[in-house]
């Protein structure tokens, strides 16, 4: 009857939003999603600064995941009470299904302006700022809440990621150890944790972690292709090439990843004196011949020259950055150690300093 009375309402009175509104957030709250938006639809093409008609049309708007919608409903109320806290949290949290991670960070830290110390914000704004690069905010806010909250094992992950990616690498692996002593056997953690040692090119204690992890996720992909990584830096070949064909065999389907792993196997097979051509064969028929990285299973294959790969790869940096790693590995293979030291000493200026190609060059060089 209520219902039956606010349409009633509407025809008396169609330029109140109020009836809309009303109408709106009843079928809201029955999950009535689509016919809640158009009530509050109307509702605010009557009154633009109708501030409740607008929060609830963000709402509903997120609800289906429509997020540039929420984020416009959410700006409009915003407009009329900039510093409303719940509209503020809202639209932060539209902005991380948006992966804009930086604005909702900044209206996290509108919250915070007006509840210092809020656990909860202060804990989603260290994500945000560790989603959005800025370290330094999530090592901060984590930092506070550790001190001011207590221990705990996300929050220690959380913060010693952040340090991880400034390169304090110590002090992120005590943040790591001590949410292990709270979480034992964490894989992400574990994960996270030989990042630290391997950054350092130690490579012990990252196979330890990593082995631990595969122990509980076998057919972890990435685990296996990580701990793959750190034996081929460590020289253990044998075992990196084991690792990497073990990825190669977990199902789905072929990605750019992949298609890079097999180079590496490749490469750690023949350092490891197997022969890995097959494998090769395999993966550069299912290539396109015009698709990176195609020229390099072609060189590997003796089908084209060191400079069809360099031109393939010229105008892009990651390409160029995988050529001349690639090429540098050829030439250990093959036993021309003067072109292996030329393309690694290339690869070192073209590849990022964080990058595992880099790494590699830069460790390939020191033990010629």
Not at 147 to 155: L, Y
Not at 223 to 251: H, I, M, N, S, T
Not at 349 to 359: K, L, P
């Amino acid at each position: 009857a209520a219902m039956a009375d606010l349409g009633e309402a509407r025809h008396l009175n169609p330029a109140d939003p109020g009836p809309y509104r009303t109408r709106g957030e009843f079928f809201l709250s029955q999950k009535k999603t689509e016919e809640a938006i158009g009530e509050l639809k109307q509702a605010v093409a009557l009154n633009v600064s109708d501030f409740e008609s607008q929060f609830l049309l963000g709402q509903a708007w997120l609800n289906t995941n429509k997020v540039n919608e929420a984020i416009e409903a959410f700006s409009a109320a915003l407009k009329v009470k900039p510093t409303d806290v719940r509209t503020l949290r809202a639209r932060a949290t539209a902005y991380g299904r948006f992966e804009n991670y930086a604005a909702a960070m900044a209206d996290f830290s509108a919250i915070l302006a007006q509840r210092p110390g809020d656990a909860a914000v202060t804990e989603a704004r260290g994500v945000a700022a560790l989603q959005s690069g800025a370290h330094k905010q999530a090592i901060a806010d984590f930092s506070a809440l550790l001190k001011g909250i207590g221990d705990r094992p996300d929050w220690r992950y959380f913060r010693g990621t952040a340090l991880l990616n400034e390169k304090r690498a110590a002090d992120a692996a005590a943040d790591f150890t001590a949410s292990l002593a709270q979480a034992p056997g964490d894989a992400d953690v574990l994960a996270a944790r030989a990042r630290a040692p391997q950054m350092l090119d130690k490579f012990d204690g990252a196979d330890a972690d990593l082995t631990q992890a595969l122990n509980a996720q076998p057919k972890a992909g990435a685990l296996l292709v990580q701990r793959a990584q750190a034996r081929f830096l460590a020289g253990r070949y044998a075992e990196a090439a084991a690792d990497f064909k073990a990825a190669q065999a977990l199902p789905g389907q072929i990605s750019n990843a992949n298609v890079q792993n097999a180079l590496w196997l490749f490469i750690a097979q023949g350092q490891a004196k197997q022969d890995g051509r097959e494998s090769l064969v395999t993966t550069a028929n299912g290539l396109n011949s015009r698709a990176w990285p195609a020229a390099v299973f072609r060189f590997y294959l003796g089908e084209v020259s060191a400079e069809t790969v360099i031109n393939d790869a010229a105008g892009d940096a990651s390409k160029t950055c995988e050529a001349h790693f690639y090429l540098g590995h050829a030439g250990l293979l093959l036993n021309q150690p003067e072109e292996a030291r030329e393309q690694f000493t290339v690869a070192l200026q073209a590849c990022g300093r964080e990058s595992i190609e880099h790494q590699s060059a830069r460790m390939s060089l020191a033990r010629m």
